[in-house]
């Protein structure tokens, strides 16, 4: 399988490039040549569908990539049905309570398989608006061959996101940007695109701009259709990895009613469905789904590349809705009340967004849950007025130091600390 680049300036490569480059030579991201037909079967579970899937994209021999699939994914997918026709799946069962988990535990794998054959170093520059930090410090912590920088908004993800990115250490650094996602976000671009600090160090990524980290994530689509006939899917959105890997799953063969993009008041997205004007604002707006606050989400190039740019073809298979802070916080709450069932303010937009539309589908709605609510307690405790305790996993690390660099918005001081 070749992966070649959105931009269409530079030659097509394998996976294992495509991997390690993470950006394409033109600053493009990659996209896979086709889309094999995926089979699954009724008695297929989450690793069973996982190596279906790789092995149509990767190199990795069958027994190899059985391994990595079985220490990668090693945590539970459960659906929990609140009513017939309203459905979650429960993404957040991993070490680090995030669907990122999926992605990271399973491209830390991966790379690690390929350096330990050539005994190569890689530095890994990953943006995060919350869970991503935590999913990559988590899954590349403590791997010898590869040294992690991780550039997160200072004072806008919650303390628990903050601490799961910065109390590990090791080969794990913290970078604490003054700005917003997006700013870390073109922080690192700058850093993949640089080609004299990448004739220096060997650079990649792991955000969803690596096609490593968004093949894992096709699983979660093939799981849901899997439990619920063509199920219509909704997925809150931020950078639009994970819909992007949903699209990639119907292109592979994927029986789905509609996909749904529910955002939050960065609405990029639904202003392009609804106008065909993509306004990218010169700053994104603060919200209680704080890992969604992307203003110009870098995977809208792949759903336009795969489709061509064509906004109305995109419009038959996605719709994406914008879900009020008023909006969310009612979800919580009424969500709580009816069904005693907490939400991340992240899954609450998709389950807001759910309500809105259950009039229009005659299909049951699939809510990606994105976190554990927990996560977000004080956010969550406020609109149920209940009291929500910690999982272990969170109480062992909240009482850890925090241990990050702080990092202004100019590219020069990034790239002295890579070069160090």
Same mark, same amino acid.
């Given at each position: ?111 690690? /398989?390929? *350096?330990? $054959?050539?005994?190569? =170093?890689?530095?890994? @520059?990953?943006?995060? !608006? #919350?869970?991503? +930090? ?86 979660? /689509?093939? *799981?849901? $259709?899997?439990?619920? =006939?063509?199920?219509? @899917?909704?997925?809150? !959105? #931020?950078?639009? +990895? ?94 709580? =009340? ?83």
């Amino acid at each position: 399988m070749l992966f070649y680049s959105t931009n269409r300036l530079a030659s097509p490569v394998d996976f294992k490039t495509a991997l390690f480059e993470g950006l394409a030579d033109d600053g493009g991201l990659f996209m896979p040549e086709k889309f094999p037909k995926i089979f699954v079967s009724p008695a297929d579970g989450l690793r069973e569908i996982a190596f279906g899937v790789a092995k149509k994209f990767t190199d990795i021999p069958a027994a190899d990539l059985k391994k990595i699939i079985k220490a990668a994914l090693n945590f539970p997918v459960p659906l929990v049905s609140l009513d017939k026709n309203l459905h979650i799946l429960e993404l957040f069962h991993g070490p680090t309570l995030s669907f990122k988990d999926f992605g990271a535990r399973f491209m830390a794998r991966v790379i690690d /398989y390929y *350096l330990g $054959r050539s005994g190569e =170093k890689l530095n890994i @520059i990953t943006a995060t !608006s #919350g869970d991503t +930090g935590g999913a990559v410090a988590s899954g590349f912590h403590g791997l010898a061959n590869i040294r992690v920088f991780i550039l997160y908004p200072g004072r806008r993800i919650s303390p628990l996101q903050e601490k799961q990115i910065t109390a590990l250490g090791g080969n794990v650094t913290a970078l604490e940007v003054d700005g917003d996602f997006d700013d870390c976000q073109s922080l690192a671009k700058q850093a993949l695109a640089d080609a004299e600090l990448r004739r220096q160090i060997n650079l990649s990524s792991a955000n969803s701009i690596n096609i490593g980290r968004l093949l894992p994530q096709t699983l979660f /689509y093939f *799981l849901s $259709r899997q439990k619920i =006939k063509k199920p219509v @899917i909704v997925v809150p !959105s #931020g950078n639009f +990895g994970n819909l992007t890997a949903g699209l990639f799953a119907k292109k592979m063969g994927l029986k789905v009613g509609k996909f749904v993009a529910a955002v939050n008041k960065n609405s990029a997205v639904p202003e392009y469905l609804a106008t065909g004007n993509m306004n990218v604002p010169n700053k994104t707006k603060l919200t209680l789904s704080s890992a969604m606050d992307v203003g110009n989400p870098s995977n809208w190039a792949r759903i336009l590349d795969l489709y061509g740019g064509n906004r109305e073809a995109i419009g038959n298979d996605l719709e994406a809705i914008t879900i009020s802070e008023s909006e969310t916080k009612k979800t919580i709450a009424e969500t709580y =009340k009816k069904y005693k069932y907490f939400l991340d303010p992240h899954t609450a937009v998709g389950v807001a967004a759910a309500n809105k539309l259950s009039s229009r589908f005659n299909s049951p709605f699939v809510v990606l849950a994105t976190a554990h609510p927990a996560k977000f307690r004080d956010i969550v405790q406020s609109a149920t007025g209940r009291r929500m305790p910690l999982p272990g996993s969170l109480v062992r690390i909240a009482d850890k130091a925090k241990n990050s660099i702080a990092l202004s918005v100019d590219y020069r001081h990034l790239k002295k600390i890579l070069t160090n």
